[in-house]
């Protein structure tokens, strides 16, 4: 679901690999020159995505056959410092562990790991120096060791309806964005998976920009903590909900989501059920989730009911057709108690035609999914427009009266350029 100021999207994106961490590798999505998306275990000439390999550099050569992508992305990296543990990528036991080794290291007792833990999920530091019942000593020690600072805030935008936007800056450069959606005793966060997305999506200016790279589990877990001290600060109060609906497609990054959801629920203490991943599809991550024991919801984004427009507007389509993806979530909510949302975007003459209304309540009837309608945000390089309202209200009766939950959301954020469709879906402000 991309943002309008990185790029716009609409969506939780899909990754195409079966296996594995899932970088995009027949994705319809760009790469930038010199990027490369998340190491996986296919080398570079296995990529099927319009990358156009003459252009692409490391360093300053050419690419060439048997570099990888991921020696792309290390030489962009400024500052990897390799020999820090990065606290904020592991779960909760493990960074328990090395914590207690590292105290044990130092002769100290082991009570001190769990006086970490505390101020790095309830306190939400983000130095060790904040950490003022160590002895400085060991602040010092815990610096030298593990990492905690992941980003930092580059711009912060409040839109007159309160909604924020924070611009992230990561250690390397790559930006990526964060939205804070207050609607009455709601504050729902939506989160980036990805630097860019590589699928291409054609009503999405997140997928148009390209693919960067992945982000790590920490570096998503810290935009919540981030946001959620701005919150505090702010008067804005806990974050209650957590959407992965920012840049990128997450289940095309379960190698970090599936152990940054972890961290959420088990560190910072978020009900699994506060927390929604999004995906335009990605089969095998569906499938995954619904094995995990938490009790996660999951957005799918729709946008069609069937697949020859759908392939028109998620290229992951033909890759997934929407039959397969229908198998994964009737599976995923076989799972027990777990909550689908349908997220479809309405544009004009494009998928807002009443004869889809029916199908559409077929698909999301079979699932119990709720379905939210969100006008489409109008994007620079596509001459589409939003439906009108009146079809908007007239596509959701349409549901209703076959006995479908559909909400129409409203856009939030706009003075700040903070919508996009997905975001807006978020707005939890039903117009009628
Ligand atoms: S291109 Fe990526 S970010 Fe945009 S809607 Fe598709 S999956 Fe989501």
């Not at 899932?22 to 990529?47: C, V």
């Not at 209304?357 to 001459?383: C, H, S, T």
């Not at 959301?409 to 003075?415: A, H, K, L, M, Q």
């Amino acid at each position: 679901m991309g943002y309008s100021m990185l790029g716009e999207r609409v969506g939780g994106g899909g990754g195409p690999r079966s296996t594995g961490n899932d970088s995009p590798a027949r994705g319809p999505g760009r790469l930038r020159g010199g990027a490369g998306p998340e190491p996986g275990p296919e080398p570079f000439p296995t990529f099927r995505s319009k990358v156009n390999v003459a252009k692409l550099t490391l360093g300053n050569r050419p690419f060439k056959q048997g570099d990888t992508l991921t020696d792309g992305m290390e030489k962009r990296t400024r500052n990897p410092e390799p020999q820090r543990t990065h606290a904020l990528d592991l779960e909760p036991p493990r960074l328990r562990e090395e914590l207690s080794r590292h105290f044990r290291s130092r002769h100290q007792p082991d009570y001190r790991a769990d006086q970490v833990l505390r101020w790095i999920y309830e306190s939400m530091a983000v130095s060790f120096q904040e950490m003022t019942n160590l002895p400085l000593a060991e602040r010092e020690a815990l610096d030298e060791t593990f990492h905690l600072q992941e980003l930092r805030a580059a711009r912060t935008s409040r839109a007159r309806d309160g909604t924020v936007k924070h611009l992230w800056e990561l250690e390397d450069g790559q930006l990526v964005e964060s939205v804070l959606i207050p609607s009455g005793s709601r504050l729902t966060l939506c989160i980036s998976s990805q630097a860019g997305c590589a699928m291409g999506c054609t009503f999405c200016a997140t997928g148009w920009a390209g693919f960067d790279r992945q982000l790590r589990a920490g570096e998503i877990v810290a935009q919540y903590r981030e946001a959620s001290r701005w919150a505090r600060e702010n008067d804005y109060g806990a974050v209650s909900n957590v959407v992965y609906m920012g840049m990128g497609e997450p289940l095309a990054n379960r190698k970090a989501v599936f152990p940054s959801l972890t961290i959420l629920n088990q560190g910072f203490g978020l009900g699994a059920r506060k927390i929604t991943v999004s995906t335009v599809g990605v089969v095998p991550g569906i499938l995954e989730l619904a094995r995990r024991p938490e009790q996660f919801e999951l957005a799918l984004s729709l946008h069609a009911p069937g697949s020859p427009l759908r392939r028109e507007l998620i290229p992951l389509e033909k890759r997934y057709p929407l039959s397969e993806v229908m198998d994964a979530l009737r599976t995923f909510a076989e799972a027990g108690g777990r909550r689908i949302t349908f997220e479809y975007t309405m544009i004009d003459g494009v998928n807002d035609a009443l004869e889809l209304a029916p199908k559409v309540a077929e698909l999301a009837g079979e699932l119990r999914a709720f379905v939210n309608l969100i006008p489409f945000n109008p994007i620079p390089y596509r001459d589409w427009r939003p439906s009108p309202r009146p079809r908007i209200q007239a596509f959701r009766k349409a549901l209703e009266d076959r006995g479908i939950t559909a909400m129409v959301r409203e856009p939030r954020g706009r003075d700040i350029e903070a919508a996009c469709g997905q975001l807006r879906a978020l707005a939890e402000t039903p117009t009628g």
